[in-house]
Nanobody, 125 residues
Framework: QVQLVESGGGLVQAGGSLRLSCAAS????????MGWFRQSPGKEREFVAA????????NYADSVKGRFTISRDYAKTTVYLQMNSLKPEDTAVYYC????WGVGRSVMVSEYDSWGQGTQVTVSS
């Protein structure tokens, strides 16, 4: 399995921005579609964004569309989540996920093969 390590979380005021990073290692990066999920206390893990293996296709949850952007850098084997216009309801632990041979459309937790440890994002009002 590919190993994933997230970074970039933190505390930000509403309306601010953060960029999350997820460094992948151990397997060919281009074999994996990549996704971001988030989980708040007492809630199930939910889909945020995904990107295809070649980066040509992206998919977003309606709640983040127009505010968040997913991208990937093959030289750095890293996937990013740029989060703008953050809201208090975006507060959650954010997880990076990888799907072998995926096409970047999967929105279910069960469809992903590898997960990072998560990074906390807190948006204050």
């Amino acid at each position: 399995q590919v190993q994933l390590v997230e970074s970039g979380g933190g505390l930000v005021q509403a309306g601010g921005s953060l960029r999350l990073s997820c460094a992948a290692s151990g397997r060919p990066f281009s074999n994996y579609a990549m996704g971001w999920f988030r989980q708040s206390p007492g809630k199930e893990r939910e889909f945020v964004a995904a990107i295809s293996r070649i980066g040509s296709s992206t998919n977003y949850a309606d709640s983040v569309k127009g505010r968040f952007t997913i991208s990937r850098d093959y030289a750095k084997t890293t996937v990013y989540l740029q989060m703008n216009s953050l809201k208090p309801e975006d507060t959650a632990v954010y997880y990076c996920a990888a799907q072998l041979w995926g096409v970047g459309r999967s929105v279910m937790v069960s469809e992903y093969d590898s997960w990072g440890q998560g990074t906390q994002v807190t948006v204050s009002s």
